[in-house]
């Protein structure tokens, strides 16, 4: 079956700038989970959805990031008025309960 | 709070020898769960191998085991036979286990690149 997708795969754009990245999870996967990955870094969690429960928003380093998840489909992560340390690889897990978490490509994010 | 300790520098080892990548861990949480995940030069993170904090045995999947010590809260991945494609960078991560079939996020260490030499 399809794994977790994400796009786009890359994203320039200008400082200031909102921007809006999208995450298909596996399906039936209740989990899902927002990581940054800065260049030559470890994963830093940000957001995770667990079916309907209110998500955990813990790692969001700013209120100019917020994300959405309907259901058990689709998450969109939004980063407004972006900022040069915005720039990073997003990317976006999956999992069913208890189970290892399988990850997207990736979205590279440059901001100028 | 969770915390994943990986200090090793870039790591070398020679095709079909074995090598044991480092992790510490420093946890309050009663239950967890420790992963190691491979992320090649096209940036997908694989993962490799789990170990539960309650497993009585340590955790072995094809090449890869665990070697977990509990008290000393260390969780050291060991490849055998490396390959060339084993040249990648290695993650350690883990997370709190609140209840059976629970889910939680992932605490990830910085990171060791290993080179595997033809």
């Known amino acids: 079956g399809a794994g977790v997708s994400q796009s786009p795969s890359n994203k320039v754009t200008e400082k200031g700038k909102d921007v809006e990245l999208r995450c298909d999870p596996i399906s039936g996967h209740t989990a899902l989970y927002w990581y940054r990955q800065r260049l030559g870094q470890g994963l830093e969690f940000l957001i995770y959805?667990?079916?309907?429960?209110?998500?955990?928003k813990s790692g969001l380093p700013s209120d100019r990031f917020s994300a959405e998840r309907t259901g058990e489909s689709v998450s969109t992560l939004t980063i407004q008025r972006t900022q040069q340390e915005d720039s990073a690889v997003y990317l976006c897990a999956s999992s069913p309960p208890a189970n290892e978490q399988f990850f997207g490509p990736g979205t590279r994010l440059t901001v100028l | 709070a969770q915390k994943i300790t990986q200090t090793q520098p870039g790591m070398f080892v020679q095709e079909k020898e074995a090598v044991t990548l480092d992790c510490t861990y420093d946890t309050s949480d009663p239950s967890y769960g420790l992963f190691w995940y491979k992320q090649p030069s096209s940036g997908e993170m694989i993962f490799l191998i789990y170990?539960?904090?309650?497993?009585?045995q340590n955790a072995t999947e094809g090449r890869y085991s665990l070697n977990f010590q509990k008290a000393r809260k260390s969780a050291n991945l060991v490849i055998s036979a490396s390959q060339l494609g084993d040249s990648a960078m290695y993650f350690c991560a883990m997370r709190e286990i609140i209840r059976t079939g629970a889910n939680s996020k992932l605490t990830f260490g910085k990171g060791i690149t290993l080179s595997v030499r033809p």
């Open positions: 959805f667990q079916g309907n429960s209110a998500p955990d």
């Open positions: 170990q539960g904090s309650y497993d009585q």
